[in-house]
Every structure is written in structure tokens, then in C-alpha cells.
């Protein structure tokens, strides 16, 4: 199946009209990030490192929580 020049147009045509003109940006930017993400993931670049870190991490009180002396 093979396609000419005026099938293309038509194509074309029909895509923007669907889409509207403001909206073709933002979707060639939403198949432009698919299109990285979907890279990115393949080359396994987005894992996680779930190595353990040397030392202990620092224990932090939670907000509020003042000085810890009960108060009377």
C-alpha cells in the first residue's frame, strides 16, 4: 500500500481539522516526551538505585514536636 503525495495531504488535512490547529503543538510535545521517556526507559537510564549508602542517615524530629519534655 503505498501512499502519494495528494494521500498524504488529505491526511494532513484531516488530522488538523480533528485536532484544530492550536492543538497540534501540544500534542507534538506529548509524542515528542512519549517518544524520550520511552527511549530513556529503554536504555534503563530512569532506574532506581536502591544500593544502601554508607552510614546512617540522620534521624530528624517531625515538625512541631519541640524539645520532647512533657509539658505540665
Do not use: C, Q
Not at 501512499?3 to 480533528?18: D, N, R, S, T
Not at 506529548?30 to 521517556?37: H, I, L, N, T, W
Not at 536504555?43 to 524530629?61: C, H, Q
Amino acid at each position: 500500500m503505498h501512499l502519494g503525495p495528494g494521500e498524504w495531504v488529505v491526511i494532513g488535512f484531516v488530522i488538523v481539522v480533528v485536532f484544530s490547529a492550536s492543538r497540534m503543538g501540544a500534542l507534538g510535545n506529548a509524542v515528542g516526551r512519549f517518544v524520550y521517556s520511552f527511549k530513556k526507559a529503554a536504555r534503563g537510564a530512569d532506574l532506581i538505585d536502591v544500593t544502601p549508602r554508607s552510614g546512617p542517615r540522620p534521624v530528624t524530629p517531625p515538625r512541631g514536636a519541640g524539645s520532647g519534655v512533657p509539658r505540665t
